[in-house]
């Protein structure tokens, strides 16, 4: 039986206020100033309703719901849809790429 592809990464453009965080610095000692700093993310829902939840307080991440400004579908859309198993591991290995390229990023 093949696996429903129903769940989706998603990127979210966080606003430069989370540079004065210094756990979020911690985690990006390599952040190129100048770069965009984003929260990468993998939902079952639809990309534009989770980052809504997230800024409703629903399940969301400290920093998304603080300082998310807007998805970045630029980034993540040609990816999606795909399958629980492909979304767990393109989201960790798209914050590896975001931040080798000098992106701050965070994951939950």
Request: proline share 6%; with cysteine.
């Amino acid at each position: 039986m093949a696996r429903c592809k129903h769940y989706h990464v998603y990127v979210v453009e966080l606003s430069n206020d989370v540079l004065l965080n210094a756990r979020f610095m911690r985690s990006n000692p390599d952040y190129q100033p100048g770069k965009p700093c984003v929260y990468v993310g993998m939902t079952g829902l639809d990309p534009d309703v989770r980052f809504d939840k997230h800024k409703a307080g629903i399940q969301a991440n400290r920093y998304v719901q603080e300082f998310g400004q807007r998805l970045l579908p630029e980034i993540y859309a040609l990816y999606n849809p795909l399958t629980y198993d492909e979304a767990r591991s393109l989201e960790v290995e798209l914050g590896i790429d975001l931040r080798d390229g000098g992106f701050g990023v965070w994951q939950a």
